[in-house]
Protein backbone atom coordinates (compact mmCIF):
# COMPACT_ATOMS: atom_id res chain seq x y z
CA UNK A 1 0.00 0.00 0.00
CA UNK A 2 1.61 2.84 -1.43
CA UNK A 3 0.31 6.15 0.50
CA UNK A 4 2.20 8.68 2.90
CA UNK A 5 -0.39 8.62 5.80
CA UNK A 6 0.55 4.37 6.06
CA UNK A 7 4.37 5.05 5.94
CA UNK A 8 3.65 7.85 8.33
CA UNK A 9 1.70 5.92 10.66
CA UNK A 10 4.25 2.93 10.16
CA UNK A 11 7.33 5.10 11.62
CA UNK A 12 5.21 6.10 14.46
CA UNK A 13 4.98 2.40 15.65
CA UNK A 14 8.33 1.81 15.21
CA UNK A 15 9.62 4.80 16.56
CA UNK A 16 7.32 3.27 20.05
CA UNK A 17 8.68 -0.01 19.41
CA UNK A 18 12.70 1.28 19.34
CA UNK A 19 12.16 2.13 23.33
CA UNK A 20 11.97 -2.03 24.05
CA UNK A 21 14.67 -2.41 21.40
CA UNK A 22 16.97 -0.28 23.44
CA UNK A 23 16.21 -1.65 26.80
CA UNK A 24 17.73 -4.80 24.99
CA UNK A 25 20.65 -3.28 24.10
CA UNK A 26 21.13 -1.44 27.56
CA UNK A 27 21.23 -5.08 28.58
CA UNK A 28 25.09 -4.86 27.65
CA UNK A 29 25.54 -2.20 30.74
CA UNK A 30 23.62 -5.13 33.06
CA UNK A 31 25.68 -7.57 31.65
CA UNK A 32 28.89 -5.73 33.02
CA UNK A 33 27.45 -5.38 36.19
CA UNK A 34 26.79 -8.66 37.08
CA UNK A 35 30.16 -9.78 36.14
CA UNK A 36 31.78 -7.17 38.01
CA UNK A 37 29.59 -8.57 40.70
CA UNK A 38 30.50 -11.79 40.22
CA UNK A 39 34.41 -10.86 40.37
CA UNK A 40 33.57 -9.60 43.56
CA UNK A 41 32.11 -12.87 44.78
CA UNK A 42 34.86 -14.50 43.54
CA UNK A 43 37.82 -12.26 44.91
CA UNK A 44 35.66 -12.19 48.19
CA UNK A 45 36.16 -16.27 48.35
CA UNK A 46 39.70 -16.11 47.24
CA UNK A 47 40.55 -13.80 49.84
CA UNK A 48 39.03 -15.79 52.29
CA UNK A 49 41.03 -18.73 51.03
CA UNK A 50 44.35 -16.54 51.39
CA UNK A 51 43.47 -15.20 55.06
CA UNK A 52 43.05 -19.07 56.17
CA UNK A 53 46.22 -20.14 54.35
CA UNK A 54 48.08 -17.27 55.75
CA UNK A 55 47.11 -18.43 59.30
CA UNK A 56 49.13 -21.64 58.41
CA UNK A 57 52.71 -21.76 59.81
CA UNK A 58 53.46 -23.73 57.01
CA UNK A 59 52.49 -23.77 53.46
CA UNK A 60 52.54 -27.11 52.06
CA UNK A 61 50.67 -29.53 49.47
CA UNK A 62 48.72 -31.51 52.02
CA UNK A 63 47.72 -28.15 54.07
CA UNK A 64 46.31 -26.82 50.56
CA UNK A 65 44.88 -29.78 49.62
CA UNK A 66 43.06 -30.27 52.82
CA UNK A 67 41.63 -26.61 53.17
CA UNK A 68 40.37 -26.99 49.27
CA UNK A 69 38.15 -29.92 50.68
CA UNK A 70 36.82 -28.36 53.48
CA UNK A 71 35.67 -25.24 51.12
CA UNK A 72 36.40 -26.01 47.57
CA UNK A 73 32.86 -27.25 47.31
CA UNK A 74 30.72 -24.90 48.30
CA UNK A 75 32.65 -22.10 46.37
CA UNK A 76 32.30 -23.70 42.85
CA UNK A 77 35.01 -23.50 39.97
CA UNK A 78 38.72 -24.20 39.85
CA UNK A 79 40.69 -23.41 42.68
CA UNK A 80 44.44 -23.15 42.81
CA UNK A 81 47.10 -22.62 45.42
CA UNK A 82 50.70 -22.03 44.68
CA UNK A 83 53.98 -20.85 46.52
CA UNK A 84 55.80 -18.11 46.69
CA UNK A 85 58.18 -19.29 43.51
CA UNK A 86 54.56 -20.01 41.55
CA UNK A 87 54.86 -23.74 41.84
CA UNK A 88 51.78 -25.60 42.48
CA UNK A 89 50.71 -26.59 45.49
CA UNK A 90 47.02 -27.63 45.38
CA UNK A 91 44.79 -27.52 42.16
CA UNK A 92 40.91 -28.79 42.08
CA UNK A 93 41.23 -29.80 38.54
CA UNK A 94 44.17 -32.10 38.92
CA UNK A 95 42.62 -34.12 42.11
CA UNK A 96 39.75 -35.78 42.12
CA UNK A 97 37.35 -33.46 43.45
CA UNK A 98 37.46 -30.85 41.01
CA UNK A 99 34.59 -28.62 41.92
CA UNK A 100 34.71 -26.72 38.45
CA UNK A 101 30.41 -26.43 37.81
CA UNK A 102 30.83 -25.10 34.71
CA UNK A 103 27.21 -25.15 33.40
CA UNK A 104 25.58 -26.93 30.47
CA UNK A 105 25.43 -24.60 27.56
CA UNK A 106 21.69 -23.74 27.46
CA UNK A 107 19.59 -24.87 24.55
CA UNK A 108 18.50 -21.29 24.28
CA UNK A 109 21.66 -19.71 22.10
CA UNK A 110 20.58 -22.92 19.73
CA UNK A 111 17.30 -21.34 18.53
CA UNK A 112 16.61 -19.17 15.55
CA UNK A 113 15.99 -15.99 17.60
CA UNK A 114 19.44 -15.72 19.71
CA UNK A 115 20.94 -16.17 15.98
CA UNK A 116 18.79 -13.14 14.80
CA UNK A 117 19.85 -11.34 18.22
CA UNK A 118 23.44 -12.16 18.16
CA UNK A 119 23.61 -11.27 14.65
CA UNK A 120 22.27 -7.90 15.09
CA UNK A 121 24.39 -7.89 18.65
CA UNK A 122 27.74 -8.33 16.78
CA UNK A 123 26.91 -5.59 14.36
CA UNK A 124 25.65 -2.73 16.75
CA UNK A 125 29.24 -3.67 18.55
CA UNK A 126 31.10 -3.78 14.62
CA UNK A 127 29.27 0.50 14.90
CA UNK A 128 29.71 1.74 18.49
CA UNK A 129 32.59 -0.85 19.82
CA UNK A 130 31.56 -3.57 22.75
CA UNK A 131 31.51 -1.00 25.49
CA UNK A 132 32.16 -3.76 27.66
CA UNK A 133 35.01 -5.05 29.91
CA UNK A 134 38.40 -5.76 28.02
CA UNK A 135 38.78 -9.46 27.59
CA UNK A 136 42.26 -11.56 27.06
CA UNK A 137 41.81 -13.55 24.43
CA UNK A 138 42.41 -17.34 25.15
CA UNK A 139 46.47 -17.71 24.64
CA UNK A 140 49.39 -19.90 25.78
CA UNK A 141 49.93 -17.60 28.89
CA UNK A 142 46.70 -19.09 30.64
CA UNK A 143 46.33 -17.36 34.15
CA UNK A 144 49.76 -16.16 34.40
CA UNK A 145 49.03 -12.64 34.52
CA UNK A 146 46.81 -12.71 37.21
CA UNK A 147 49.20 -14.87 39.22
CA UNK A 148 52.30 -12.81 38.52
CA UNK A 149 50.03 -9.97 39.82
CA UNK A 150 49.18 -11.95 42.97
CA UNK A 151 52.94 -13.13 43.63
CA UNK A 152 54.15 -9.29 43.52
CA UNK A 153 51.64 -8.85 46.16
CA UNK A 154 48.61 -6.90 44.06
CA UNK A 155 45.61 -8.32 43.18
CA UNK A 156 45.23 -10.17 39.68
CA UNK A 157 41.82 -10.42 37.62
CA UNK A 158 41.04 -11.67 33.76
CA UNK A 159 38.72 -12.43 31.77
CA UNK A 160 39.33 -14.96 28.56
CA UNK A 161 37.34 -16.74 26.75
CA UNK A 162 36.62 -20.42 27.17
CA UNK A 163 38.27 -22.90 25.11
CA UNK A 164 35.63 -23.61 23.08
CA UNK A 165 34.82 -19.87 22.86
CA UNK A 166 31.05 -20.43 23.72
CA UNK A 167 31.85 -18.68 27.48
CA UNK A 168 34.14 -16.49 29.26
CA UNK A 169 36.15 -17.80 32.20
CA UNK A 170 36.60 -15.09 34.61
CA UNK A 171 39.77 -15.58 37.13
CA UNK A 172 41.01 -13.85 40.17
CA UNK A 173 44.32 -14.41 41.96
CA UNK A 174 44.99 -12.68 45.43
CA UNK A 175 48.55 -12.85 46.79
CA UNK A 176 48.89 -14.95 50.41
CA UNK A 177 50.31 -13.01 53.18
CA UNK A 178 52.24 -14.21 56.44
CA UNK A 179 55.43 -15.52 57.37
CA UNK A 180 57.28 -12.07 57.75
CA UNK A 181 58.64 -11.60 54.35
CA UNK A 182 58.36 -8.93 51.88
CA UNK A 183 56.56 -10.83 49.51
CA UNK A 184 53.88 -13.00 49.51
CA UNK A 185 54.36 -16.64 50.86
CA UNK A 186 52.02 -17.63 47.86
CA UNK A 187 48.97 -17.12 45.85
CA UNK A 188 45.00 -17.99 45.63
CA UNK A 189 44.03 -18.56 42.09
CA UNK A 190 39.98 -19.02 41.34
CA UNK A 191 38.36 -19.21 38.21
CA UNK A 192 35.07 -19.81 37.43
CA UNK A 193 32.74 -19.46 33.97
CA UNK A 194 30.21 -17.29 33.63
CA UNK A 195 28.17 -19.79 31.91
CA UNK A 196 25.43 -19.35 34.54
CA UNK A 197 25.70 -15.60 34.50
CA UNK A 198 25.41 -15.64 30.50
CA UNK A 199 23.11 -18.14 30.08
CA UNK A 200 20.43 -16.26 32.42
CA UNK A 201 21.18 -13.05 30.33
CA UNK A 202 20.54 -14.75 27.36
CA UNK A 203 17.24 -16.01 28.29
CA UNK A 204 16.50 -12.66 29.42
CA UNK A 205 17.37 -11.28 26.05
CA UNK A 206 15.64 -13.82 23.95
CA UNK A 207 12.39 -13.37 25.86
CA UNK A 208 12.62 -9.41 25.54
CA UNK A 209 13.82 -9.77 21.94
CA UNK A 210 10.40 -12.40 21.15
CA UNK A 211 8.17 -9.73 22.82
CA UNK A 212 9.59 -6.86 20.30
CA UNK A 213 9.28 -9.26 17.58
CA UNK A 214 5.50 -9.75 18.27
CA UNK A 215 5.13 -6.17 19.30
CA UNK A 216 6.34 -4.90 16.04
CA UNK A 217 4.22 -8.03 14.32
CA UNK A 218 1.01 -6.75 15.78
CA UNK A 219 1.79 -3.35 15.64
CA UNK A 220 2.39 -3.64 11.82
CA UNK A 221 -1.24 -5.61 11.52
CA UNK A 222 -2.67 -2.79 13.57
CA UNK A 223 -1.11 0.10 11.48
CA UNK A 224 -2.13 -1.66 7.99
CA UNK A 225 -5.55 -2.13 9.29
CA UNK A 226 -5.43 1.05 10.70
CA UNK A 227 -4.26 3.15 7.90
CA UNK A 228 -5.98 1.11 5.36
CA UNK A 229 -9.53 2.21 7.38
CA UNK A 230 -8.10 5.05 6.67
CA UNK A 231 -6.19 5.50 3.70
CA UNK A 232 -9.00 3.69 1.47
CA UNK A 233 -11.70 5.91 2.31
CA UNK A 234 -9.72 8.66 1.50
CA UNK A 235 -8.19 7.87 -1.64
CA UNK A 236 -12.16 6.82 -2.20
CA UNK A 237 -12.86 11.12 -1.58
CA UNK A 238 -10.16 11.75 -3.66
CA UNK A 239 -11.06 10.11 -6.94
CA UNK A 240 -15.26 11.76 -6.05
CA UNK A 241 -13.10 14.77 -5.78
CA UNK A 242 -10.96 14.55 -8.76
CA UNK A 243 -14.38 13.64 -10.50
CA UNK A 244 -16.26 16.60 -9.76
CA UNK A 245 -12.76 18.64 -10.59
CA UNK A 246 -12.57 16.54 -13.96
CA UNK A 247 -16.08 17.00 -14.32
CA UNK A 248 -17.75 19.89 -13.51
CA UNK A 249 -21.55 19.58 -13.37
CA UNK A 250 -21.68 16.33 -13.81
CA UNK A 251 -24.77 16.30 -11.33
CA UNK A 252 -25.14 15.46 -7.53
CA UNK A 253 -22.99 12.66 -6.71
CA UNK A 254 -22.63 11.33 -3.21
CA UNK A 255 -19.42 10.98 -2.01
CA UNK A 256 -17.94 7.08 -0.49
CA UNK A 257 -18.50 6.97 3.29
CA UNK A 258 -21.05 9.63 4.15
CA UNK A 259 -22.99 6.79 6.08
CA UNK A 260 -20.29 6.76 8.54
CA UNK A 261 -20.16 8.23 12.52
CA UNK A 262 -16.56 9.33 12.48
CA UNK A 263 -14.30 12.33 10.91
CA UNK A 264 -14.49 10.87 7.29
CA UNK A 265 -18.31 10.63 7.68
CA UNK A 266 -18.28 14.19 8.04
CA UNK A 267 -15.27 15.02 5.60
CA UNK A 268 -17.85 12.84 2.40
CA UNK A 269 -20.66 15.10 3.98
CA UNK A 270 -19.22 18.30 3.48
CA UNK A 271 -17.54 17.27 0.32
CA UNK A 272 -21.29 16.50 -0.30
CA UNK A 273 -23.05 19.37 0.43
CA UNK A 274 -20.18 21.75 -1.00
CA UNK A 275 -21.00 19.85 -4.56
CA UNK A 276 -24.74 20.37 -4.10
CA UNK A 277 -24.13 23.99 -3.47
CA UNK A 278 -21.87 24.07 -6.26
CA UNK A 279 -23.99 22.44 -8.76
CA UNK A 280 -26.93 24.97 -7.72
CA UNK A 281 -24.57 28.17 -8.17
CA UNK A 282 -23.73 26.36 -11.35
CA UNK A 283 -28.02 26.26 -12.37
CA UNK A 284 -28.04 30.00 -11.17
CA UNK A 285 -25.40 30.97 -13.55
CA UNK A 286 -26.79 29.13 -16.57
CA UNK A 287 -30.40 30.35 -15.64
CA UNK A 288 -28.99 33.91 -15.40
CA UNK A 289 -26.98 33.62 -18.87
CA UNK A 290 -30.17 32.54 -20.47
CA UNK A 291 -31.96 35.40 -19.06
CA UNK A 292 -29.86 37.93 -19.82
CA UNK A 293 -29.52 36.81 -23.46
CA UNK A 294 -33.52 36.58 -23.59
CA UNK A 295 -33.37 40.09 -22.19
CA UNK A 296 -31.36 41.45 -24.63
CA UNK A 297 -32.21 39.94 -27.61
CA UNK A 298 -35.73 41.45 -27.46
CA UNK A 299 -34.99 45.10 -27.75
CA UNK A 300 -32.15 44.29 -30.48
CA UNK A 301 -35.17 42.99 -32.66
CA UNK A 302 -37.05 45.67 -31.85
CA UNK A 303 -34.14 47.93 -32.78
CA UNK A 304 -32.67 45.75 -35.76
CA UNK A 305 -36.22 45.94 -37.38
CA UNK A 306 -36.77 49.69 -36.58
CA UNK A 307 -33.46 50.62 -38.27
CA UNK A 308 -33.84 47.88 -41.37
CA UNK A 309 -37.53 50.19 -42.02
CA UNK A 310 -35.09 53.24 -42.58
CA UNK A 311 -32.89 51.86 -44.88
CA UNK A 312 -35.94 52.06 -48.02
CA UNK A 313 -36.59 55.47 -47.05
CA UNK A 314 -35.14 58.03 -49.27
CA UNK A 315 -33.34 60.82 -48.14
CA UNK A 316 -29.33 61.53 -47.30
CA UNK A 317 -26.38 59.71 -47.61
CA UNK A 318 -25.60 60.07 -43.86
CA UNK A 319 -29.32 58.80 -42.91
CA UNK A 320 -28.54 55.90 -44.71
CA UNK A 321 -24.81 55.14 -43.02
CA UNK A 322 -26.14 55.73 -39.91
CA UNK A 323 -29.08 53.45 -40.41
CA UNK A 324 -26.65 50.95 -41.86
CA UNK A 325 -24.26 51.38 -39.08
CA UNK A 326 -26.65 50.53 -36.54
CA UNK A 327 -28.12 47.48 -38.49
CA UNK A 328 -24.67 45.94 -38.51
CA UNK A 329 -23.39 47.06 -34.93
CA UNK A 330 -26.82 45.46 -33.78
CA UNK A 331 -26.20 42.25 -35.46
CA UNK A 332 -22.87 42.15 -34.32
CA UNK A 333 -24.50 42.41 -30.18
CA UNK A 334 -26.76 39.98 -31.52
CA UNK A 335 -23.58 37.51 -32.46
CA UNK A 336 -22.52 38.24 -28.81
CA UNK A 337 -25.05 37.52 -27.20
CA UNK A 338 -25.57 34.11 -28.52
CA UNK A 339 -21.93 33.30 -28.04
CA UNK A 340 -21.92 34.02 -24.49
CA UNK A 341 -25.18 32.30 -24.21
CA UNK A 342 -23.58 29.26 -25.75
CA UNK A 343 -20.53 29.35 -23.71
CA UNK A 344 -22.80 29.78 -20.47
CA UNK A 345 -24.06 26.42 -21.44
CA UNK A 346 -21.02 24.75 -22.32
CA UNK A 347 -19.11 26.14 -18.35
CA UNK A 348 -22.58 24.98 -16.95
CA UNK A 349 -23.56 21.99 -19.26
CA UNK A 350 -24.18 18.10 -17.85
CA UNK A 351 -22.00 15.20 -18.45
CA UNK A 352 -25.61 13.11 -19.10
CA UNK A 353 -25.10 12.92 -22.68
CA UNK A 354 -22.09 11.09 -22.17
CA UNK A 355 -23.15 7.38 -23.26
CA UNK A 356 -23.44 8.94 -26.78
CA UNK A 357 -21.01 7.69 -29.39
CA UNK A 358 -20.40 9.52 -32.16
CA UNK A 359 -18.37 8.51 -35.30
CA UNK A 360 -16.42 11.28 -36.37
CA UNK A 361 -14.84 10.63 -39.77
CA UNK A 362 -18.30 10.41 -41.19
CA UNK A 363 -19.15 13.27 -39.45
CA UNK A 364 -16.36 15.34 -40.47
CA UNK A 365 -16.92 14.19 -44.18
CA UNK A 366 -20.87 15.25 -43.89
CA UNK A 367 -19.40 19.04 -42.15
CA UNK A 368 -16.90 18.81 -45.11
CA UNK A 369 -19.53 17.87 -47.63
CA UNK A 370 -21.98 20.71 -47.01
CA UNK A 371 -19.22 23.09 -47.03
CA UNK A 372 -17.37 22.66 -50.12
CA UNK A 373 -20.87 22.37 -51.61
CA UNK A 374 -21.16 26.13 -51.33
CA UNK A 375 -19.13 28.41 -54.34
CA UNK A 376 -16.87 30.03 -52.62
CA UNK A 377 -15.77 26.55 -50.90
CA UNK A 378 -15.27 24.45 -54.00
CA UNK A 379 -12.29 22.26 -53.97
CA UNK A 380 -10.96 23.77 -51.23
CA UNK A 381 -11.94 21.06 -48.57
CA UNK A 382 -9.89 17.99 -48.34
CA UNK A 383 -10.94 15.29 -46.08
CA UNK A 384 -8.91 12.08 -45.33
CA UNK A 385 -10.27 9.46 -42.77
CA UNK A 386 -8.54 6.16 -41.70
CA UNK A 387 -11.02 3.86 -40.48
CA UNK A 388 -13.73 4.22 -37.56
CA UNK A 389 -12.88 6.40 -35.20
CA UNK A 390 -15.73 6.61 -32.22
CA UNK A 391 -16.01 9.13 -29.38
CA UNK A 392 -17.84 9.46 -26.44
CA UNK A 393 -19.04 13.36 -27.70
CA UNK A 394 -22.29 14.11 -28.68
CA UNK A 395 -22.73 14.66 -32.00
CA UNK A 396 -24.12 18.35 -31.68
CA UNK A 397 -21.21 19.16 -29.49
CA UNK A 398 -18.33 17.57 -32.13
CA UNK A 399 -19.91 19.44 -34.96
CA UNK A 400 -19.58 22.50 -33.20
CA UNK A 401 -15.93 22.34 -33.19
CA UNK A 402 -15.60 20.87 -36.42
CA UNK A 403 -17.61 23.74 -37.85
CA UNK A 404 -15.59 26.18 -36.06
CA UNK A 405 -12.29 24.80 -36.83
CA UNK A 406 -13.05 24.77 -40.49
CA UNK A 407 -14.77 28.07 -40.70
CA UNK A 408 -11.54 29.82 -39.01
CA UNK A 409 -9.02 27.70 -41.56
CA UNK A 410 -11.40 28.97 -44.57
CA UNK A 411 -11.23 32.46 -43.25
CA UNK A 412 -7.05 32.44 -42.82
CA UNK A 413 -7.13 30.52 -46.30
CA UNK A 414 -6.72 32.50 -49.44
CA UNK A 415 -8.66 31.89 -52.57
CA UNK A 416 -8.33 29.04 -54.82
CA UNK A 417 -5.93 27.67 -51.13
CA UNK A 418 -6.64 24.13 -49.78
CA UNK A 419 -7.77 23.84 -46.35
CA UNK A 420 -6.79 19.52 -44.76
CA UNK A 421 -8.58 17.70 -42.61
CA UNK A 422 -7.75 14.15 -41.23
CA UNK A 423 -9.07 11.40 -38.64
CA UNK A 424 -7.39 8.81 -37.33
CA UNK A 425 -6.74 6.93 -34.41
CA UNK A 426 -3.83 7.02 -32.51
CA UNK A 427 -3.65 4.48 -29.27
CA UNK A 428 -6.37 4.69 -27.56
CA UNK A 429 -7.08 8.58 -28.59
CA UNK A 430 -8.77 10.30 -32.03
CA UNK A 431 -6.85 12.49 -33.31
CA UNK A 432 -9.03 15.56 -35.84
CA UNK A 433 -6.15 18.30 -37.56
CA UNK A 434 -7.22 21.02 -39.03
CA UNK A 435 -4.29 22.38 -41.53
CA UNK A 436 -5.01 25.96 -43.32
CA UNK A 437 -3.04 27.48 -46.19
CA UNK A 438 -3.14 31.02 -44.26
CA UNK A 439 -0.44 33.31 -42.91
CA UNK A 440 -0.21 30.54 -39.97
CA UNK A 441 -0.02 32.19 -36.30
CA UNK A 442 3.24 34.67 -34.91
CA UNK A 443 5.08 33.21 -32.16
CA UNK A 444 3.72 36.26 -29.73
CA UNK A 445 0.14 35.08 -29.91
CA UNK A 446 0.09 31.66 -29.96
CA UNK A 447 -0.27 31.60 -26.15
CA UNK A 448 -3.34 33.19 -26.26
CA UNK A 449 -5.14 31.85 -29.70
CA UNK A 450 -7.93 30.24 -27.41
CA UNK A 451 -8.66 33.31 -25.48
CA UNK A 452 -12.37 34.23 -25.46
CA UNK A 453 -12.62 37.42 -27.21
CA UNK A 454 -8.63 37.30 -28.54
CA UNK A 455 -8.43 37.90 -32.47
CA UNK A 456 -5.59 38.30 -34.87
CA UNK A 457 -6.53 38.90 -38.42
CA UNK A 458 -4.32 41.16 -40.51
CA UNK A 459 -5.58 43.34 -42.47
CA UNK A 460 -8.95 43.46 -41.49
CA UNK A 461 -11.15 45.37 -38.46
CA UNK A 462 -11.19 43.91 -35.60
CA UNK A 463 -15.03 44.44 -34.77
CA UNK A 464 -15.93 41.82 -37.54
CA UNK A 465 -14.69 39.11 -35.41
CA UNK A 466 -16.20 37.89 -31.97
CA UNK A 467 -12.92 35.79 -31.01
CA UNK A 468 -14.99 33.30 -29.49
CA UNK A 469 -14.69 30.55 -32.34
CA UNK A 470 -11.68 28.99 -31.09
CA UNK A 471 -12.35 29.74 -27.25
CA UNK A 472 -15.48 27.72 -27.62
CA UNK A 473 -13.89 24.61 -29.62
CA UNK A 474 -11.73 24.87 -26.40
CA UNK A 475 -14.55 24.67 -23.79
CA UNK A 476 -15.96 21.89 -25.57
CA UNK A 477 -12.91 19.70 -26.42
CA UNK A 478 -12.24 19.42 -22.90
CA UNK A 479 -16.09 19.12 -21.85
CA UNK A 480 -15.66 15.84 -22.72
CA UNK A 481 -12.13 14.80 -21.68
CA UNK A 482 -10.50 16.13 -25.04
CA UNK A 483 -7.28 18.22 -25.53
CA UNK A 484 -6.87 21.11 -28.20
CA UNK A 485 -3.20 22.65 -29.76
CA UNK A 486 -2.22 24.67 -32.16
CA UNK A 487 0.74 22.59 -33.43
CA UNK A 488 3.79 23.89 -35.86
CA UNK A 489 3.15 22.93 -39.54
CA UNK A 490 6.01 21.17 -42.36
CA UNK A 491 5.57 24.37 -44.39
CA UNK A 492 6.18 27.74 -43.82
CA UNK A 493 2.79 29.25 -43.36
CA UNK A 494 -0.63 27.81 -42.27
CA UNK A 495 -1.60 27.09 -38.94
CA UNK A 496 -2.42 23.35 -37.77
CA UNK A 497 -5.00 22.88 -35.25
CA UNK A 498 -5.16 19.32 -33.52
CA UNK A 499 -7.90 17.93 -31.36
CA UNK A 500 -7.77 14.70 -29.03
CA UNK A 501 -10.47 12.69 -27.69
CA UNK A 502 -10.71 9.48 -25.78
CA UNK A 503 -11.67 6.64 -28.37
CA UNK A 504 -14.92 5.16 -27.40
CA UNK A 505 -16.27 1.49 -28.49
CA UNK A 506 -18.53 1.17 -31.44
CA UNK A 507 -22.22 0.94 -29.85
CA UNK A 508 -24.50 -1.98 -29.98
CA UNK A 509 -26.52 -2.03 -33.35
Same mark, same amino acid.
Given at each position: ??????? =?????????????????????????? @??????????????????????????????????????????????????????? @?????????????????????????????????????????????????????????????????????????????????????? &???????????????????????????????????????????????????????????????????????? =?????????????????????????????????? =??? /?????????????? *?????????????????????????????????? =????????????????????????????????????? +?????????????????????????????????? /? *???????????? *????????? *????????????????????????????????????????????????????????? +???? @????????????????? +???? &???
Amino acid at each position: MKSRLFL =RLLWVTLLVLALPVAGIWSLGVFERE @LLSAEERTIAGQAHALAAALASEATLSPEVSRGLIERVGRPLAGRIRIFDGSGGT @LADTAAASMDATREAESSSVRDSWIYRIGATLWRWRQSLVGNGGRERTPADARGDALPLARALSGSYGALTRPSVDGRTTILTVAV &PIRGGGGALPRGAVVVSRSTETVLAALDRIRVDLFRIVLISIAGAALIVFLLARGLVVPLRRLRDSADGVLS =RPGSGRIRFPGADRRDEIGDLARSLGELNRRLEA =RLD /ELEAFASDVAHELR *NPLATVRSAAELLLPIGGEDERRALTQRISGEVR =RMDRVVGALQDLARLDAARRSDLAVATELGDLVRDIA +GAYGALPANAGAIEVLTAGECWISVPPEAAARVV /E *NLLRNALSFSPE *NAKVHLSVR *NLEGRVELAVVDSGPGVPAEHRARVFERFFSWRPGQPASDHLGLGLGIVRAIVERYG +GSVA @LQETPFETGARFVVQWP +GSAR &PPA
